[in-house]
C-alpha cells in the first residue's frame, strides 16, 4: 500500500514537472514574442500646435492594420497613420489597436500651453493674425483665457464708449495687455470715420488712444482699425498711425444668432484662412468667444501659428508704416523669396 502511494506520488511530481517545464516555457514564449510589439512612445509631453509621430515596433503592419483614436479629441488628434498633433492645454490618451490580434497600445499625452513670453514665431511657416473688435466686454476675460490655452494671441481693437467699453471695463484693457496680447484702437464710440469732421476725427481716434495709453503706458503706437473698415486720406493723415483692415471676415455678428453659430463662422473661416491674413471676430458677443473654441483648434491644425497683427508683421519683417493701411501680409514664400534678394 506504502509502495503504491509513493508511487503515485512520484508520478504526481514527474507529470507537475513536465507541467511546469513545458507549458508556461510555450506560454512564455508566446508573451515574450508580443511584449515586443510597443509603441515607439509611452508618454510624451508636446506645446500646443506640435506634432509627434508615433508608430508601433516590431510588427509587420500596413496603415490600415492600425486603428488610431485619442480619448480627446480636444486635447490632441491623431491621424491614421499616428501623427499626434497637440491641440489646447490638457491631457489624453492615444491608442493604437491592432486590428488582427485587437491588441491596443496606449500613449499618455500631456499637452502643455507655450510660455508666452519665449515663445517664437518661425516666419517660414503659416502665420494668421486674430482680431477681435468693439470690446472689451464681459467675455473678454474668458477669451483670454481660451487663447492663452491655445498658446494664441490677438490684436484686441477697443472702444472707449461703444457699448460699456474701456469705460466700463478699464481693467480689461490691463488684462489684454499684461497677457501679451496686443491692445489697439477702435475709436471712442464707433462711428462712421469717413462722416466725421475733421476735429470728430481726431476726438475720436486721437482721443481714444490717449485713454488706452492712460492705462496700459505713454508713448506707445496703437494699431487703428476704423469702424465699418471705413476711411479716407483724411483719416489716414489725422490718426497717423497703420490702418489694420481684414482679409477673413467671420461675419460672426451676423450669425450670432443662429444654432448653428459656430458652424456658420468656421464655414468662413476655412473658406478665407490663408497664410498671412487677418481674421475680424467680435469679443462683445459671447457665441463668437465661444466659436473661438473651435476656431483655433482647426487652424492649428492646418498648420498655423495664431498671433496678434503686429507680431505676424514683426515675424515677417514688414514694416508697419504710419498712414498705411493694410488687410494682410506677406506668405511665408514671399518672406523666403525677400530673405533670398
Ligand atoms: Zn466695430
Known amino acids: ?35 515586443k510589439v510597443k509603441l515607439n512612445k509611452k508618454k510624451i509631453t508636446l506645446t500646443t500646435g506640435d506634432w509627434k509621430k ?41 491608442k493604437a489597436k491592432v486590428k488582427a490580434t485587437g491588441k491596443t497600445y496606449k500613449c499618455k499625452v500631456t499637452v502643455n500651453a507655450p510660455d508666452m513670453s ?33 498658446g494664441a494671441t490677438a490684436t484686441f481693437f477697443m472702444c472707449y464708449a461703444n457699448g460699456s467699453g474701456f469705460r466700463v471695463y478699464s481693467d480689461v484693457v490691463r488684462e489684454v495687455y499684461n497677457s501679451g496680447n496686443e491692445v489697439a484702437n477702435h475709436t471712442q464710440n464707433h462711428p462712421q470715420l469717413t462722416k466725421c469732421s475733421s476735429a470728430k476725427i481726431d476726438e475720436e481716434v486721437n482721443g481714444n488712444a490717449e485713454k488706452l495709453a492712460d492705462l496700459v503706458g505713454k508713448g506707445q503706437r496703437f494699431l487703428l482699425r476704423p469702424p465699418y473698415g471705413s476711411f479716407n486720406d483724411t483719416v ?44 475680424l471676430m467680435h469679443d462683445i458677443h459671447k457665441t463668437s468667444c465661444e466659436a473661438v473654441k473651435t476656431v483655433l483648434p482647426w487652424l492649428i491644425q492646418q498648420g498655423y501659428q495664431v498671433c496678434s497683427v503686429s507680431e505676424m508683421f514683426e515675424a515677417r519683417g514688414v514694416e508697419l508704416e504710419n498712414g498705411v493701411s493694410y488687410s494682410k501680409c506677406i506668405t511665408a514664400a514671399e518672406y523666403k523669396a525677400n530673405k533670398a534678394k
Request: charged share 25%; aromatic share 8%; hydrophobic share 45%.
Open 236 to 279: 489716414k493723415q489725422i490718426a497717423n498711425v497703420p490702418i489694420i483692415i481684414w482679409s477673413v471676415d467671420s461675419l460672426d455678428w451676423k450669425y450670432k444668432k443662429e444654432s448653428n453659430c459656430t458652424e456658420l463662422i468656421m464655414k468662413e473661416v476655412k473658406a478665407q484662412a490663408r497664410d498671412g491674413g487677418i481674421i
Open 54 to 94: 508615433l508608430k508601433l515596433k516590431n510588427l509587420d503592419y500596413e496603415i490600415d492594420d492600425i486603428e488610431w483614436s485619442t480619448t480627446d479629441k480636444a486635447v490632441a488628434k491623431v491621424s491614421r497613420k499616428g501623427w499626434v498633433v497637440a491641440l489646447v492645454k490638457g491631457e489624453c490618451t492615444i
Open 1 to 35: 500500500m506504502k509502495k503504491q502511494i509513493i508511487k503515485a506520488l512520484s508520478f504526481i511530481t514527474v507529470f507537475a514537472l513536465c507541467v511546469s517545464m513545458f507549458i508556461p516555457f510555450g506560454y512564455s514564449e508566446a508573451k515574450a514574442a508580443e511584449k
Open 118 to 150: 519665449k515663445r517664437v514665431i518661425d516666419p517660414e511657416k503659416p502665420i494668421i493674425a486674430l482680431s477681435f473688435d468693439d470690446g472689451p466686454g464681459p467675455n473678454t476675460s474668458a477669451l483670454l483665457e481660451t487663447l492663452a490655452s491655445y
